[in-house]
């Protein structure tokens, strides 16, 4: 943050959404917490720089509290986050003049964002400007938003759903250290270090995972188990199945289809 943002975060009811939310805040600013019946002594005491209203299912006392206290320190920038959500609710908060509403589970992309905005708000609110109200810039959507440096964590889970999506298609270790921004000697070192393995053999265990479960159903044919789990080639879809599962394809298919038979469904 440019500068050190003081936050009043005004809890109108229990939740853990609540908490954890409330908890990330703190590690952007300076944030205190208020229960909706202590609103304005805190207020009054503290001189936050903006407020968080935190609801799970609003009522009409905890509203009007908001209404009122927008009246009252109509400068102060209010966001509201909510867990029940409806058109009429969000049309009501933005008459009722909030800065933003937020509707729990709350990305952390966005609450940072929109922490960052409160920043530069407070930064620049003057004395003579003190009576107008500040909006919210738009924040680009995730998909349209610039990539914000990734942990290695998030990183590698990406990686993984994006195998996993598409491990039955012809998938390539270059392609996929390039769309990480590496080089395929970074990836694969990375890979190893975070999954024991390398990514061929993650790979390749995925597609005998997936030949497996297709082989289990009735009549499958060989062929087109080992075209859809990802094999170009069928022999070598023989060879590695052996390898992994001690038996070939059809042996497994002939012993899934015994198994059945001594345990039908219920």
């Not at 008459?95 to 992309?109: D, F, I, M, S």
């Not at 069928?234 to 298919?253: I, K, L, V």
């Amino acid at each position: 943050m440019s500068q050190t943002l003081q936050l009043l975060w005004i809890s109108c009811s229990a939740s853990r959404s609540g908490t954890e939310l409330f908890e990330e805040c703190k590690r952007h600013c300076v944030v205190t917490r208020s229960a909706a019946s202590h609103v304005l002594q805190a207020l009054a005491a503290r001189r936050p720089d903006a407020l968080v209203f935190d609801f799970v299912h609003p009522v009409a006392a905890h509203l009007q509290l908001l209404q009122s206290v927008k009246r009252q320190y109509p400068s102060v920038p209010i966001v509201m986050i909510t867990e029940s959500h409806s058109e009429e609710l969000a049309v009501w908060a933005f008459r009722a003049r909030v800065w933003n509403y937020l509707v729990k589970p709350v990305p952390l992309r966005e609450l940072k964002a929109n922490l960052r905005q409160l920043a530069k708000v407070a930064l620049h609110r003057t004395q003579s400007e003190s009576r107008r109200v500040e909006r919210p810039g738009a924040i680009l959507p995730a998909l349209y938003a610039p990539p914000e440096p990734q942990s290695e964590e998030a990183v590698m889970q990406q990686i993984t759903e994006h195998i996993r999506r598409d491990h039955g298609s012809r998938l390539s270790i270059s392609k996929l250290a390039r769309g990480c921004g590496m080089s395929r000697f970074s990836f694969s070192r990375l890979f190893r270090k975070n999954f024991g393995v390398s990514c061929r053999d993650y790979v390749m265990r995925l597609r005998i995972e997936t030949a497996c479960t297709l082989l289990e159903v009735p009549g499958a044919s060989v062929t087109e188990v080992a075209a859809t789990a990802g094999f170009t080639d069928a022999s070598y879809f023989a060879r590695m199945f052996r390898s992994h599962m001690g038996m070939s394809p059809t042996e497994y298919a002939l012993q899934a289809a015994a198994g059945k038979q001594h345990n039908p469904p219920p």
